[in-house]
């Protein structure tokens, strides 16, 4: 008789929507498991350059559990890896509004705001990444990168510097000093930065370009004109070089002729642009 007054408890207390404590650790275990399985999963496709694939999974989990933190750091990291700065943005803003940090996370949000000219918080953003870790890949670059926008020249070239010391294959460390060196009119020592980052890399468009006008700094104005052609035909969507090319032709090789088709050449192509964005 007690044992079934024992069983109509048990009922009762089911009823009322009563867990057995050991039942609900064990099914919390098993989702926790599968949880960390997915997050093994999606870690992998992104270690293989399937972001969009280990997106859709993090995202998955992000749902399910909203308040766990390690999927929202990989899916910034792979927002901002896949381009999607603006949903990187979100989940850096999320971590930031729970407290975590770190130098990596910066360096994201350093270069998202150097994206969107933000350029106070860019430096205060990377300044904090490399101290803390300042063997951190690009982040010296990056922050004289920044620097140089907002016109610290001398900080940024010692960032630039610094990040050369570290890689001397970083070719935009290399364009970096030789846009530093522009900006004092140090034309030869622009002109041999430049050449030190095509030496890494022919399809730089920025190094041609700061070549060319370190060589009509240095009144050369048909090598600068070959320069700055050379940077043209790497990105055809760049108006800068048709104006600067112009600008030589007419100005140092009293050519009007040849600057106006310069011009013209510049004007087509932003014509061009306007159209495909039209289409896009």
Known sequence: MPQQHDESSVDHLVELGYID????????????????????????????????????????????????????????????????????????????????ESPRLALLAGVIALRRREIVLAIELLEYAAFVEPELPSVHMLLGTALLRAGRVTEASASLGE????????????????????????????????????????????????????????????????????????????????????KIAREQLNDRERATRYLQRGREMIRQRRKRRQID
Request: with cysteine.
């Open 163 to 246: 990040a050369i010391r570290k890689n001397a294959a970083d070719v935009r460390a290399l364009d970096g000093m030789a846009a530093a060196c522009l900006r004092q009119a140090i034309f030869d020592e622009a002109a041999d930065w430049s050449l030190r980052a095509l030496e890494h890399d022919m399809r730089l468009f920025d190094a041609h370009y700061h070549l060319g006008l370190a060589l009509a700094g240095l009144n050369r104005p048909e090598d600068a004109l070959r320069a700055l052609e050379a940077g043209a035909r790497v990105d055809p969507s760049r108006a800068a070089p048709y104006r600067w090319m112009a």
């Open 21 to 100: 404590p050991d039942e609900a650790a064990a099914r919390e275990a098993s989702r926790r498991h599968e949880q960390h399985a997915e997050f093994k999963k999606a870690a992998k496709l992104a270690a293989d350059s399937k972001l969009g694939e280990a997106a859709q999974v993090l995202e998955a989990l992000c749902a399910e559990d909203a308040n766990w933190v390690i999927p929202r750091q990989l899916l910034a990291e792979i927002y901002y890896r896949a381009a999607r700065f603006s949903d990187a943005q979100t989940q850096l803003d999320w971590l930031t509004s729970r407290g975590v």
